[in-house]
């Protein structure tokens, strides 16, 4: 009987796979990691893209480039055409993300591809891509469409350039990710999903965020403001910037002159249904700079400020001009950075003159530098140092799914990444 039955369920047509290069070798490459079944047919591209169409005849097809570093320009160019001639055609870029190879993949995401085949990838990752590439190119019936998950996104905006905003945008972001990893239940003993951080870094100077964290990035805001509608997980992975302790960041090009951002709001909200929680830096920007965009969409809005009297004027005409726009709300939250106790008014006493929740204290550091220089994280070099501890009321604001989802092994991590102790010592 079972046999019967799954005679008469339908088998699905065969899936076509076709590389469209000027030569077959990666076609053998590419059988030896392919899921059984699965075959490469070659068409050279010195062929028309409507010699393509003989291959859609039998079912499913999807059209392979090679974007591997040396022919990812002349697959750039393939793309193009191809996308003109046959709009509805699926392509799949083949790169591979080993180290000094991967500039082809980050071509493949300027051309405006989607799919990334990565050789470095597992057959069952490879597979998924290839379906996945297939099942879009299909009409597929109606379904109820549902909201896609909105990621928490929080603006940390310094009130004047300098007092650290970025320093700690960077520390922030990769604690935070390093907490929210994946952890094993207590009760069942399964894996818990990772939760994933973004930083976008928006703030001036350009390029500084990826200095604090030692990255070299080859693909930028400004090439995701030209892609945002094709930004998903597989783009994120394989284009942008990734952080040794798991933070993704996506920066502007160092040297941007600063001008006016174009409006992000596509491309945020594509962002937060890829990432957990998204941690947009505007340190050094002032605030008539700021799209406004950003301010509806966020979830939070932390002042960073010190006790220097000139940043205190800075945060008075930051909140005046919070409250001409109407964005003055229980969003915003103040956040004193490099505190030291006999140096001008405390914490609360700024908080309670401005009227604005008191959300963390962060002390004074001058080991911050060195780390820096060295193109190290303080939080890598002194994971104790009493700044990194003072961090945590911020961390247990950030990434409120992790917590929610395992709320003992969340605090049992925070507990000790940052020591357990309190800055503060006396």
């Given amino acids: ?197 973004l930083l976008l870094d928006l703030g001036q100077p350009a390029g500084d965020t990826a200095l604090y964290l030692n990255l070299d990035s080859q693909f930028h805001v400004e090439d995701a403001l030209r892609h945002a509608s094709r930004i998903d997980g597989t783009l994120a992975r394989t284009a942008m910037a990734r952080h040794g302790g798991g933070l993704t960041l996506l920066g502007q090009s160092a040297g941007s002159d600063g001008g006016p ?55 008075d005409l930051a909140l005046k001009q919070l409250e001409a726009m109407g964005l003055r709300d229980d969003r915003v939250q103040l956040l004193i950075n490099r505190y030291q106790e006999d140096d001008g008014l405390g914490p609360a006493q700024i908080a309670g003159r401005f009227g604005l929740p008191l959300l963390a204290t962060l002390p004074d550091c001058h080991r911050l530098r060195g780390s820096a220089n060295h193109g190290h994280l303080l939080l890598q070099d002194a994971p104790r140092d009493p700044y990194v501890r003072a961090l945590a009321p911020l961390l247990l604001h950030l990434d409120h799914a992790a917590a929610q989802t395992a709320p003992r092994s969340w605090r049992e991590k925070l507990a000790l990444a940052l020591g357990g102790l309190q800055w503060k010592t006396k």
């Fill in 261 to 315: 951002i174009p409006d992000p709001a596509v491309l945020v909200q594509r962002l937060r249904t890829v990432f957990d929680t998204v941690l947009c830096d505007l340190g050094g920007l002032a605030l008539r700079q700021v799209p406004r965009s950003l301010f509806n969409s966020a979830d939070a809005i932390w002042l960073v400020a010190d006790q220097a009297i000139g940043t205190l004027v800075s945060l």
């Fill in 1 to 197: 009987m079972t046999a019967s039955l799954q005679l008469l369920q339908p088998t699905p047509p065969p899936l076509t796979l076709v590389l469209y290069a000027p030569a077959r070798e990666l076609a053998l490459v590419l059988e030896a990691r392919l899921p059984v079944g699965l075959h490469v047919h070659w068409q050279d591209s010195a062929l028309p893209p409507a010699a393509l169409e003989v291959h859609r005849r039998s079912g499913p097809c999807v059209v392979l480039l090679d974007f591997r570093r040396d022919a990812a320009a002349a697959s750039g160019d393939l793309a193009r055409s191809l996308q003109r001639t046959l709009p509805d055609l699926p392509l799949v870029a083949v790169g591979s993300t080993a180290p000094g190879q991967d500039e082809g993949i980050v071509a493949a995401v300027r051309t405006g591809l989607r799919d990334i085949l990565d050789l470095e990838s597992t057959t069952a990752d490879i597979d998924s891509v290839l379906r996945r590439a297939a099942a879009l190119s299909a009409p597929s019936p109606r379904a109820p469409v549902q909201a896609a998950p909105q990621a928490q996104l929080i603006l940390l905006l310094g009130v004047r350039a300098g007092v650290g905003c970025s320093t700690l945008a960077a520390h922030l972001g990769v604690l935070a990710q390093q907490c929210s990893s994946g952890d094993t239940d207590d009760a069942s003993g399964e894996l818990l999903p990772t939760a994933t951080t």
